[in-house]
């Protein structure tokens, strides 16, 4: 456990966030306490991420300005699909 004044938490609660993770360890002050739990992504998670690094850098990849450029994009898809 890692007891800190509410103050200092504020000031930096980056570095005391990071030191929770690192460590797992509860930060407290004395308004409340965060704990932080490392959390381990599972295969599906993994994949995906390795799938979103691919299409990064795949410059072929399809790539949208907004929103709404995707979405029309898939409405055409879609209406491929339909005839």
Known sequence: ????????????????LLRAQRENITVVTD???????????????????????????DPNAKRYNSVEELFADMDTELAKEDN
């Open 1 to 16: 456990m890692c007891v800190v004044s509410a103050e200092a938490f504020y000031k930096d609660p980056k570095s005391y």
């Open 31 to 57: 308004v409340g306490s965060f704990l932080i739990q490392p959390r381990i992504p599972n295969a599906e998670t993994i994949a995906a991420l390795e799938e979103g690094d691919m299409l990064l850098k």
